[in-house]
């Protein structure tokens, strides 16, 4: 029985990684539509979140037989909630990749970036990309070192989400209300993209080392007994 207990976490451990591929690859077309005006890029990314809400709702289905069947208890039990967690966090994920293609489709033929603001989009655009492909990784690997890199950059977005802010409430701003709008909501569904990988990083990191905070840079603040999130992985 723990043999198929074991071989239901890695086909779930390679599931979430199958959707994080997928996510990553729709936060870095859907910032290159944002940044281009490539209508036909967002229209790619608006139709290919059906497959990740897909792909999350098997996993969830397999969590939910697994725990049926399985009944784990403690840290077995851990690992099937924070996979469904995970899951969740990951769907989101995609669902935020597809608003930004869909405010890039919305202004097409125009662009929507407001003018001034394109270099800030840009930097906020690679870092989910960066953040998205890290969390690959982070799921295939359980190294915590990818953690630690998550939540960096997650500061980093952080900071530019602020600016956005700051630069559109200023009198020295000429772009229309619509422009703010769409500067408002691009800059919070990049900021959201950001935390929700944090969200993972951090449940990662717990499994591994008990250890809520999140925190994964040098040596641990508890003793890690076991690194590996996904047992028989």
Do not use: C
């Not at 497959?51 to 851990?78: C, N």
């Not at 690959?136 to 359980?142: D, P, S």
């Amino acid at each position: 029985m723990r043999e198929v207990f074991h071989q239901a976490l890695e086909d779930i451990q390679n599931r979430l990684v199958e959707i994080a591929e997928l996510v990553t690859v729709a936060i870095d077309k859907a910032t290159t539509a944002f940044e281009s005006g490539d209508v036909s890029l967002a229209e790619e990314v608006i139709a290919d979140d059906a497959r990740i809400d897909e792909l999350a709702l098997s996993v969830d289905e397999l969590a939910i037989d697994t725990l049926a069947m399985q009944q784990p208890v403690a840290r077995d039990l851990r690992i099937i909630v924070s996979a469904l967690r995970t899951s969740a966090s990951l769907e989101r994920m995609g669902d935020l990749a597809e608003h930004i293609a869909q405010l890039a489709r919305s202004r097409f033929p125009e662009r929507a970036i407001p003018k001034g603001l394109k270099g800030t989009f840009v930097k906020m655009g690679k870092l989910d990309v960066e953040v998205a492909r890290t969390l690959v990784e982070l799921l295939r690997t359980q190294d915590l070192a990818y953690a630690a890199s998550i939540r960096d950059s997650d500061d980093e977005i952080d900071e530019l989400h602020a600016s956005v802010y700051e630069k559109v409430l200023s009198e020295a701003f000429s772009g229309d209300v619509g422009h703010v709008i769409d500067a408002a909501l691009a800059s919070r569904y990049h900021e959201r993209f950001g935390d929700h990988a944090v969200s993972i990083a951090k449940k990662i990191v717990y499994l591994a080392t008990g250890d809520w905070t999140g925190r994964a840079d040098g040596e641990p603040e508890v003793e890690v007994v076991d690194r590996t999130v996904i047992p028989g992985v």
